[in-house]
């Protein structure tokens, strides 16, 4: 039996050193509220700032859900912050 132990156990780390890294980052989620007409400038900071849009409504009034990385949460809230942009955590 520690043969077959030590043959798995083998196999596990050298998968684990043959396997690619993959670096994600880590997102925040939120929804945004706003005026139609605000829409490309919305789309120019989530573009800009590499947010993933998760849903959108757009309409007069549009409905946006974005995912925001977290190392740049705090720019991207700002500046939709000065458009009048209304935002909440999901």
């Known amino acids: 039996m520690p043969g077959l ?5 083998s196999a596990a780390a050298l998968a684990l050193q043959l396997a690619p890294i993959i ?3 880590v997102l925040i989620q939120y929804r945004l509220q706003f005026d139609y007409t605000q829409i490309n400038d919305v789309m120019k900071i989530a573009r800009r700032c590499s947010c993933v849009i998760l ?3 757009l309409q007069l009034f549009c409905l946006l859900e974005l995912a925001i990385p977290k190392t740049r949460t705090e720019i991207v809230m ?5 458009l009048g942009v209304t935002a909440e955590r999901i």
């Open 78 to 82: 700002d500046k939709l912050k000065n």
């Open 23 to 25: 670096q994600r980052p």
């Open 5 to 9: 132990i030590n043959a798995y156990r």
């Open 55 to 57: 849903k959108q409504e």
